[in-house]
């Protein structure tokens, strides 16, 4: 990819083409709202995990109370009580994947707060490219183009090609 987007580069530079560079990721960790953003993350982690702490405990001391009484139980009794431990055992495996796992709370509510910024920045790129005169932006941190001037958009020339039906297969 990084050799494609360097002929590229390289055969803008040959014409009158300006181009410039930015790191979204230190523009992104520059600003307030991601430290605060960071802050609000992290509280809803810790409380999560308080949540989940709390539920492991109460899961060990319920494993803890069934060990004493197992030795008074009749083995009807013994199975009821591990399905019940192996139940709860589930239940916060749950709770785990759907708070803190790839897809879950947490990971929303981290995109939830990280878009706006997200999409402020390429904002800011644009009106920069656009204002000091730049055809295309690259982004050292995403390792792509972020800005680029609707003049070099060769969508609808393809699109002509492909209709015409001249491209072999």
């Given at each position: 990819?990084?050799?494609?987007?360097?002929?590229?580069?390289?055969?803008?530079?040959?014409?009158?083409?300006?181009?410039?560079?930015?790191?979204?990721?230190?523009?992104?960790?520059?600003?307030?709202e991601t430290r605060e953003a960071q802050v609000d993350l992290e509280k809803k982690q810790r409380s999560?995990?308080?949540?989940?702490?709390?539920?492991?405990?109460?899961?060990?001391?319920?494993?803890?109370?069934?060990?004493?009484?197992?030795?008074?139980?009749?083995?009807?009794?013994?199975?009821?009580?591990?399905?019940e431990l192996f139940e709860y055992q589930q239940k916060i495996e749950m709770f785990q994947m759907q708070?803190?796992?790839?897809?879950?709370?947490?990971?929303?509510?981290?995109?939830?707060?990280?878009?706006?910024?997200?999409?402020?920045?390429?904002?800011?790129?644009?009106?920069?490219?656009?204002?000091?005169?730049?055809?295309?932006?690259?982004?050292?941190?995403?390792?792509?183009?972020?800005?680029?001037?609707?003049?070099?958009?060769?969508?609808?020339?393809?699109?002509?090609?492909?209709?015409?039906?001249?491209?072999?297969?």
């Amino acid at each position: 990819m990084k050799k494609i987007i360097l002929l590229f580069v390289l055969s803008l530079s040959l014409s009158e083409t300006k181009i410039g560079w930015v790191d979204s990721q230190y523009i992104f960790n520059q600003l307030d709202e991601t430290r605060e953003a960071q802050v609000d993350l992290e509280k809803k982690q810790r409380s999560l995990e308080a949540e989940l702490m709390s539920m492991v405990a109460t899961g060990d001391s319920l494993y803890q109370a069934f060990q004493k009484q197992a030795p008074l139980m009749g083995p009807d009794m013994i199975k009821l009580k591990e399905q019940e431990l192996f139940e709860y055992q589930q239940k916060i495996e749950m709770f785990q994947m759907q708070k803190m796992g790839p897809e879950g709370e947490l990971y929303t509510f981290y995109a939830q707060l990280i878009a706006p910024i997200e999409k402020k920045i390429l904002d800011a790129i644009a009106k920069v490219g656009n204002e000091k005169g730049y055809d295309y932006i690259l982004d050292a941190s995403r390792g792509g183009i972020v800005h680029a001037l609707d003049s070099h958009k060769l969508d609808e020339f393809v699109l002509d090609e492909l209709r015409k039906g001249n491209i072999s297969e």
